[in-house]
């Protein structure tokens, strides 16, 4: 008996399989990613050779078709495909979306892995979740489990590829991030991790003076240990937490 529990991003889908009875915070048996063009090889690579797992549940925030095609790779084994729907109330967690449904299936899922995080170690005060993924997201949880709203801006890789397009002279290779870049390689690389750091800590502020607390920042995604070092905010680096979010729901339905 075991759970597979997805996350297909706008880059990489990632997966990872648990031993029945797992927690947010338990080690997966196996795990992988892969980019979005490889995902047809699924069934005949990663997943070769895998025990059939005997339940799903994923995230998908890709489009339809990826679904599709993820779900053909899954079609030799005998399971029920369980897609996340961001709802008004899941796992301990209320949805204070105008549209619960229109949130991102992985803020969604990752804002209930965080909540399951703060509730294991005993700390009921407010979250901040920050997913440093093809796009950055920034999502504010209360104390009393109301999802308060968060933002969303461009990744890294976006924001330089925006730049790229539209100036004549912004080609140059990565640089690094300096208090006072002064070439233009650092003063992009500056400028985007500012840009995500500077968001990130007006976000901690905002939460702070609404909740009367410091809130818990835990940060994810596939491009988190690159902002990690810029960030000055205290904060948890959890690789997996929306596969913990995931084992969360998991629990809850059962
Ligand atoms: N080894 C790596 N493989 C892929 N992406 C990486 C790697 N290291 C850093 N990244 C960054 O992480 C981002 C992808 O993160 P991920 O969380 O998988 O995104 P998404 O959930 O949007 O698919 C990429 O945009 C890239 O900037
Ligand atoms: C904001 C996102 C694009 C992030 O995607 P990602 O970087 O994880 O690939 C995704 O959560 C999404 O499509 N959200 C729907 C819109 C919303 O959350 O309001
Ligand atoms: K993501």
């Known amino acids: 008996m075991s759970f597979l529990a997805i996350d297909i991003g706008n880059t990489r889908l990632k997966w990872a399989v648990y031993a029945d009875g797992a927690e947010p915070g338990s080690a997966p048996l196996q795990h992988g990613a892969v980019f979005l063009e490889n995902i047809d090889r699924l069934a005949d690579e990663d997943w070769q050779g895998l025990a059939p797992p005997t339940r ?17 790779q899954m079609e030799h084994w005998d399971l029920n495909a369980r897609w996340v729907v961001p709802a008004a109330e899941a796992a301990g967690v209320r949805n204070g979306y105008d549209h619960p449904t229109r949130l991102g299936a992985d803020r969604w899922v990752a804002v209930i892995g965080a909540h ?131 084992l969360a729901m998991d629990a809850h339905r059962a």
Do not use: C, Y
Not at 179 to 206: C, K, V, W
């Open 56 to 72: 799903m549940l994923g995230s998908n925030v890709a489009g339809d078709a990826v679904r599709r095609r993820v779900e053909e």
């Open 116 to 246: 399951a995080h703060a509730r294991k170690r005993g700390f009921d005060g407010p979250v901040l979740t920050v997913m440093i993924g093809t796009a950055v997201t920034v999502d504010a949880l209360s104390g009393d489990g109301q999802f308060l709203g968060g933002l969303i801006l461009p990744g890294h890789g976006i924001m330089l590829r925006a730049l790229e397009g539209g100036t004549a002279g912004l080609r140059v290779p990565t640089g690094e991030v300096r208090d006072f870049p002064t070439n233009t390689s650092d003063a992009l690389t500056t400028g985007g991790t500012f840009a995500i750091t500077g968001a990130i800590e007006r976000m901690q502020r905002l939460l702070t003076q609404r909740e009367g607390r410091e809130p818990l920042l835990l940060m994810t995604g596939g491009a988190g240990w690159k902002v990690a070092p810029a960030l000055d905010a205290p904060h948890e680096l959890i690789e997996g937490l929306i596969f913990d979010g995931l």
